[in-house]
Nanobody, 123 residues
Framework: VQLQASGGGLVQAGASLRLSCVAS????????MGWFRQAPGKEREFVAA????????DYADSVKDRFIISRDNAKNTVYLQMSGLKPEDTAEYYC?????????????????WGQGTLVTVSS
């Protein structure tokens, strides 16, 4: 397994969760990392991305000001701190490793995908 995501769970609206994703060094080094999510019956959508240095980030409008993406290059780990969770945030969350060093929202620029971690937000 090259990407291992964890941290999902069942929470109430307004709660916080932190997702983690450990990647192999080959995937993590020099590459941007991203989080996507897929709700039942919907397309997989971009959530957040961070460049390889960790100094540039990008967020979907739906999560801006509530979610924070970060990375620890020493641990080959990317995080997604989620706060103010809403029922509409319910989805399977996937971390992904990009082929690019800069942030990107485009799915086909991500070569590596982990298994999902399920986040369920009850109202």
């Amino acid at each position: 397994v090259q990407l291992q995501a964890s941290g999902g769970g069942l929470v109430q609206a307004g709660a916080s969760l932190r997702l983690s994703c450990v990647a192999s060094r080959r995937i993590f080094s020099n590459n941007a990392m991203g989080w996507f999510r897929q709700a039942p019956g919907k397309e997989r959508e971009f959530v957040a991305a961070i460049n390889w240095k960790g100094v540039s980030t990008d967020y979907a409008d739906s999560v801006k000001d509530r979610f924070i993406i970060s990375r620890d290059n020493a641990k080959n780990t990317v995080y997604l701190q989620m706060s103010g969770l809403k029922p509409e945030d319910t989805a399977e969350y996937y971390c992904a490793g990009s082929m690019l060093s800069s942030t990107t929202r485009t799915r086909n620029t991500y070569r590596y995908w982990g298994q999902g971690t399920l986040v369920t937000v009850s109202s």
